[in-house]
């Protein structure tokens, strides 16, 4: 039988399985790719490393990898997204668990709070090298890659706002602050106390969040 348009729907067909095959082999390439760069960070503790190496690595070529990405620096971005991706399905799923909107959203904080932090003796390049130059040199990029967890952080407050849990209004911005609270004095070294640096607790970042958002005087429910 013919189409309306005259192209027969067996070629439709055809093409349309053409190219989800093609797509499938992009789709393993590329992953291929950065699954190789994975394993070139955790060997050397560094993002240093050449486009040659990630070649030789997966066993592709280097047209191939042309095909794919522009350079390694879009490779760095891949991988800094994809992280900070898993990072907000891995909030989304924690908060899904529980039924209060407004546990819902201290957990979220606690949680990224918590994924920020680093780790000893644990190494993260991708964060403390690549996304740090990239916040200087491109910090349009680095927006973009956070945009994931801001929708999380913006479906929460939206979610807890209309449970009367807190004032309404403004919740994507209200997000992009609660973020980069919780961002930072997750790398920061805290405040000096008896003559060491004493890190920020999830709870004393939610503590002020939670004031932040609900206003002065507002104790933050336990």
Not at 66 to 77: C, I, R, S, V
Not at 131 to 137: G, I, K, Q
Not at 164 to 192: C, D, E, K, Y
Request: glycine share 6%; with cysteine; proline share 6%.
């Amino acid at each position: 039988m013919t189409e309306v348009s005259g192209e027969p729907a067996w070629r439709r067909r055809a093409v349309e399985r053409s190219t989800r095959a093609a797509k499938l082999r992009a789709e393993q390439r590329v992953q291929r790719f950065l699954d190789s760069a994975q394993d070139l960070i955790a060997e050397k503790g560094t993002t240093d490393f050449t486009v040659q190496e990630i070649v030789e690595r997966s066993r592709q070529s280097l047209r191939s990898f042309y095909q794919h990405f522009d350079g390694k620096h879009e490779l760095l971005l891949a991988l800094f997204e994809d992280a900070l991706a898993r990072g907000a399905l891995e909030i989304r799923a924690a908060a899904a668990a529980e039924a209060d909107p407004l546990r819902r959203l201290r957990g979220a904080v606690e949680l990224l709070h918590a994924q920020s932090r680093p780790q000893p003796h644990v190494e993260r390049p991708l964060f403390s090298d690549f996304a740090r130059h990239l916040l200087v040199r491109n910090p349009a990029q680095v927006a973009a890659a956070h945009l994931p967890l801001l929708a999380v952080f913006t479906e929460l407050i939206e979610q807890a706002a209309a449970a009367g849990a807190i004032p309404a209004g403004r919740p994507r911005r209200r997000a992009s602050l609660v973020m980069q609270t919780i961002m930072f004095a997750a790398q920061g070294n805290g405040v000096p106390a008896e003559g060491r640096a004493a890190p920020f607790t999830s709870r004393e970042v939610w503590e002020f969040c939670f004031t932040g958002i609900a206003g002065a005087g507002s104790p933050a429910p336990e």
